[in-house]
């Protein structure tokens, strides 16, 4: 391999290392100076563009974010100077004119991360849209990659996001951390969209080659380092890590699902549960309760020692009730309330919510195991037909199918 072709394989591996690793970082930086999502999108890639060109030739910066951050603003004033109405244009350009980057300089690009995952959560815009967003600017992923994880056409997607940063520009939607009278439910509206991130990362389709999940923990993560100790998000990346620690052993290898209890606890991440519990641990003292490290803390005593420690468990979803009056929380807790012993009355609970959750895989699997242990094999046997039919993915259908065959032996 000739030197050209080794420093240009070089170059491309560091651009590309930087764009993945800090791209939310500098579009952030951009949208803060730039006010307009799509122009900071635009000119962050002529950026990378240009250092394929200029550090193949000159070879790589002595800081690498600075040089794209200050080439992208360079570009995004071309770009003003070729579009824009006169007035606005002025006005435009003696913003980004004031105060000279120096891309030397380690710390010039102020970390405004946090302001834009605020910006992109707004309440204002519908939750598929701040989805989305979110994934766009601080994940990085393209626009095929967010249809194909939602199972949309491209072009659906597309027009979705740029409604998205449009309303986000006619609304002038504050790009600021919110005060402390409106924190509280705006950083819920922000976990509750990477929660979804998360969610979706379980059942996303080969399409999309990124991992979701690891996504959201990554995004918890950066809201935890940028807004430390809040017991909520905490608590919060508490649940993320110790679910998504059991991974390896939630399938087996016909690729069918694994109920918790039967999982080969050697296949979990233990250093993800470790970190997770700590955390957990971390939240409660801070003496400022919320659903998430409630659920957090479900999910650790699930992991904890040889058993669950189910009226432990039962006594958590009765305090996750009080802040989230779900059908489906009430469901969680009826299957506790089971494992406690009390089969007869989880039943009873679960008739009361037949109507609600008829649409419910979940619901009909617990009903099934439920009439199952009670040997009432023809009604189990119907409510593993209805939650066979509802299955989201091929292995949870491949579980069920398992557990209705096992009473026809």
């Not at 994934?135 to 409604?163: K, Q, W």
């Not at 969209?193 to 690891?214: H, M, Q, S, W």
Request: net charge negative; charged share 25%.
């Amino acid at each position: 391999m000739s030197q050209a072709a080794a420093q240009a394989i070089a170059v491309t591996r560091a651009l590309n290392a930087v764009m993945r690793d800090d791209r939310g970082r500098l579009i952030a930086a951009l949208i803060a100076r730039l006010r307009d999502f799509q122009l900071a999108e635009d000119a962050l890639q002529e950026a990378a563009a240009s250092a394929l060109v200029h550090w193949g030739r000159i070879g790589l910066p002595d800081n690498p974010h600075g040089w794209l951050l200050k080439v992208a603003l360079r570009k995004a004033i071309d770009r003003l100077r070729g579009g824009a109405r006169e007035a606005q244009k002025s006005a435009d350009l003696a913003v980004l004119a004031v105060g000279e980057l120096d891309e030397t300089e380690p710390d010039m690009i102020i970390d405004n991360r946090l302001r834009l995952i605020f910006t992109c959560c707004h309440p204002a815009l519908e939750l598929k849209s701040r989805v989305a967003l979110t994934l766009r600017t601080l994940g990085g992923l393209s626009t095929p990659e967010i249809a194909a994880a939602f199972l949309d056409a491209e072009t659906t997607m597309g027009a979705r996001l740029t409604r998205a940063k449009a309303k986000i520009a006619a609304a002038k939607i504050p790009f600021v951390v919110p005060g402390p009278e409106d924190l509280a439910e705006r950083l819920t509206s922000v976990l509750t969209v990477i929660y979804l991130i998360f969610n979706a990362g379980y059942t996303a389709g080969p399409a999309i080659k990124r991992d979701l999940c690891e996504e959201a923990i990554y995004l918890a993560r950066m809201v935890n380092q940028l807004k430390p100790c809040e017991a909520e998000v905490e608590g919060f990346l508490a649940l993320m890590l110790i679910t998504h620690a059991r991974r390896a052993a939630r399938t087996d290898d016909e690729g069918a699902t694994v109920a918790l209890a039967d999982q080969d606890r050697t296949r979990w991440d233990q250093a993800a549960l470790d970190e997770g519990v700590a955390l957990i641990d971390t939240a409660i003292t801070r003496r400022c309760a919320g659903p998430f490290q409630i659920k957090a803390a479900i999910a650790a005593c699930q992991v904890a020692g040889d058993e669950p420690d189910w009226p432990q468990i039962l006594a958590l979803y009765d305090g996750l009730l009080r802040y989230e009056p779900t059908s489906v929380v009430a469901l969680n807790r009826a299957v506790a309330l089971a494992e406690t012993g009390e089969i007869e009355a989880a039943l009873a609970q679960l008739a009361g919510l037949a109507q609600a959750l008829d649409d419910y895989q979940p619901f009909h699997a617990a009903n099934a195991e439920l009439l199952a242990r009670r040997g009432r094999n023809t009604e189990s046997m119907e409510a593993f037909d209805r939650a066979i039919a509802l299955a989201a993915s091929p292995a949870d259908a491949a579980f069920l199918l398992k557990q209705r065959a096992k009473l026809q032996k």
